[in-house]
């Protein structure tokens, strides 16, 4: 008996001293970047989405080039005239190699911004790992409305800017067309 459990004691104490190797955060190529200091290494989320998948992505506006980060949006209430809107925002860097993401929130006629108009700059940010940021807009009427998000982008020394656009219609859907009268029917049989 006490062969067995000195056996399971060591199989045990093996298989600690094994996951206790394999949890080392260092590999081959973090060590051979960590060797040449005046070269960071791009950063990289793992494959696994991590943006909610409610999010709809916001149409690019402006910006040249390809673009730096992609930002996804929800609504998380229907747009109503004097209701408080929350919408909430993933901007995902699209490379490992940029310095800071920060920017501002704009809107058009027909909607008052109350809350999250700057968005603070992330250092740094990791490629495909969403960047979450709350916004809260008031619609003033019935329409068809746009929220900006203008954000820019800093990576090797360059800055660029970049402008997203989300559509908001607020109040009734569009108005049902007017029946069509009824085809006459003729008299004479």
Do not use: Y
Request: glycine content about 8%; aromatic content about 2%.
């Amino acid at each position: 008996m006490r062969n067995v459990s000195l056996r399971v004691s060591a199989a045990a104490l093996g298989a600690v001293a094994i996951l206790c190797g394999c949890g080392s955060s260092e590999t081959p190529a973090t060590a051979a970047s960590a060797a040449r200091p005046g070269q960071a290494a791009p950063r990289k989320a793992k494959p696994v989405s991590l943006v909610p998948p409610d999010m709809v992505t916001a149409a690019r506006a402006s910006g040249t080039g390809p673009p730096a980060v992609q930002v996804k949006f929800e609504l998380r209430q229907r747009p109503d005239v004097a209701q408080p809107l929350d919408i909430d925002l993933a901007i995902v860097p699209a490379s490992g190699a940029l310095d800071e993401v920060s920017g501002k929130i704009e809107v058009g006629d027909g909607l008052e911004l109350a809350a999250g108009g700057q968005i603070p700059p992330t250092e740094r940010p990791v490629e495909g790992v969403p960047i979450l940021h709350s916004i809260k807009v008031l619609p003033k009427k019935n329409g068809i409305f746009t929220v900006s998000a203008v954000l820019s982008v800093n990576s090797a020394g360059q800055s660029s800017s970049q402008t997203f656009s989300i559509p908001v219609i607020v109040g009734a859907t569009l108005p049902e067309p007017p029946a069509k009268p009824a085809a006459k029917r003729s008299a004479a049989r």
